[in-house]
């Protein structure tokens, strides 16, 4: 097989950071703080690149709808592997509104230009925890989807065999290509991007389109009351000896008698 | 590629990596720069490779310390530990 395969890859706010809500309780702080390709859709990138070293594949293409500074995810992605990217463009300003839905369209619309067989995405972006471009995406293109993949292997004529992971074991299914695939956890281990690859990258071909010219429409669907932060532990107490403790136990009602 | 330019090589290397290491990129690079600075007069071409060797391995550990650290920060959030 040679297939042709799209990336879904999304700049997202860096694992390690720790997360502050904005004062206006808006959303979070994203300023000056330090973004990373979301790590599903790495684990997404690793296995078409993967795909590709087994000849499974013979283009790998990463695709990110984003701001300008998404450039800087893509470049990453092509040192991890990717062959080419195409870059969505939209301004700054309009980050924080873009939503599965919008993506999902994005994509749609760069796969009916290109040919492609197969959309990869991450099961979910650690930022808003959606998990909905890909089955979005399969809904509009009307394709097959596979999602939470923890193996994909070739399925002869014209098929991948896909084991999923779902709640309380593996479901192993047999997709027709064109598909829509979502990465797992388990699934892989990317690789690290080495500076040579970094340097390499550079002379790849991005293609950068702006949202607009595609015809996105970046209108929200949903509605942001208020974006608040967890709320935080109390501390706990000591208590001296076993009587004490049994007596506060049973204040709280755990212990009866 | 010569030994002094697989040394300048590897400090590149290092550093780059260093710039997202946990206790900070400046903690790293000083760190980084002192070893060399430590080595700086070794010039048998035997102790050289086998200071490079040393680097190299030093480069699987810290990638290995990056990608475990990063798994096991998405299966605390996103997976129910297993009995």
């Known amino acids: ?48 690149v993967k795909m590709k070293e087994k000849k499974l594949a013979s283009e790998v293409v990463a695709f990110t ?16 592997g990717a062959d080419k990217a195409i870059h969505v463009e939209i301004p700054e300003g309009d980050v924080a509104k ?56 070739d399925g ?5 065999k896909v084991t999923r992971e779902i709640d309380g074991g593996l479901d192993t299914i047999k997709v027709k290509l064109p598909a829509v695939l979502s990465a797992d956890l388990r699934l892989n281990e990317p690789r690290y991007a080495t500076l040579p690859n970094i340097m390499k990258a550079k002379k790849k071909p991005l293609d950068k ?26 501390a706990g107490g000591f208590v001296a000896d076993v009587p004490e403790l049994v007596q506060k136990l049973k204040e709280k009602g755990f212990v009866k008698g | 590629m010569d030994l002094r330019c697989r040394v300048l090589h590897l ?42 060797e040393r680097g190299e391995f030093v480069i699987k550990e810290i990638e290995a310390l990056y990608k475990l650290r990063k798994y096991r920060a998405m299966k605390q959030r996103y997976y129910e530990e297993n009995k």
Do not use: C
Request: net charge neutral.
């Open chain 1, 1 to 48: 097989m040679s297939l042709r395969i799209l990336v879904g890859v999304k700049r997202v706010v860096d694992f390690a950071v720790k997360v502050r809500v904005k004062p206006d309780k808006t959303g979070v702080v994203t300023d000056g703080v330090q973004h990373s390709m979301n790590p599903f859709d790495e684990i997404a990138l690793e296995e078409a």
């Open chain 1, 65 to 80: 709808l984003g701001g300008p500074k998404s450039q800087e995810t893509l470049r990453n992605a092509m040192a991890k």
């Open chain 1, 98 to 153: 873009v939503e599965p839905l919008h993506v999902a369209q994005a994509i749609q619309k760069v796969v009916e230009k290109e040919k492609f067989d197969v959309v990869f995405v991450g099961k979910q972006a650690i930022d808003d925890d959606a998990s909905q471009t890909g089955p979005l995406l399969a809904g509009l293109l009307d394709w097959p989807q596979a999602l939470y993949a923890s193996k994909v292997e």
């Open chain 1, 156 to 160: 002869g004529s014209g098929t991948l």
């Open chain 1, 209 to 234: 389109i702006a949202a607009k010219d595609l015809g996105i429409d970046l209108t929200p669907q949903t509605k942001i009351l208020e974006v608040a932060e967890p709320p935080v532990r109390k």
């Open chain 2, 11 to 52: 400090y590149k290397t290092l550093y780059y990596m260093g710039k997202e290491y946990p206790k900070g990129a400046q903690f790293f690079h000083e760190r980084l720069k002192n070893a060399f600075k430590r080595n700086a007069n070794v010039t048998e071409p035997k102790d050289v490779e086998n200071l490079l």
